[in-house]
Nanobody
Framework: QVQLVESGGGSVQAGGSLRLSCAVS?????MAWLRQAPRKERAGVAL????????TYADSVKGRFTISRDSAKNTLYLQMDSLKAEDTAIYYC???????????????????WGQGAQVAVSS
């Protein structure tokens, strides 16, 4: 049984940084961070191929966010730098048993989800 438990998040001023963590139990092939802003649909932010460490980012966060994984700790991270007001959202850790080629950054293709973490960026 796969379980994802998130931690981190909070409030920060524009230009600041935050880091999200996601403790993972069970075997998965693809992991990702997705977010849902107020009155918007859930959208993919970044993903990582568990086996090869290859990463993919949404255009809106490229150069500012970094997804990484510590295999020894079974933990997924999202380092968020140069935060903008439009980054305000609930951030979800997600995982899939299929490869990332199948999921892409499409929320409906991920089987397992964390509980969500609020990130609020004030301008």
């Amino acid at each position: 049984q796969v379980q994802l438990v998130e931690s981190g998040g909070g409030s920060v001023q524009a230009g600041g940084s935050l880091r999200l963590s996601c403790a993972v139990s069970g075997y998965v092939n693809c992991m990702a961070w997705l977010r849902q802003a107020p009155r918007k649909e859930r959208a993919g932010v970044a993903l990582i191929y568990v086996r090869f460490g290859i990463t993919t980012y949404a255009d809106s966060v490229k150069g500012r966010f970094t997804i990484s994984r510590d295999s020894a700790k079974n933990t997924l991270y999202l380092q968020m730098d140069s935060l903008k007001a439009e980054d305000t959202a609930i951030y979800y850790c997600a995982a899939a048993s299929v490869n990332c080629e199948v999921t892409g950054l499409v929320p409906s293709r991920f089987e397992y989800w964390g509980q969500g973490a609020q990130v609020a960026v004030s301008s």
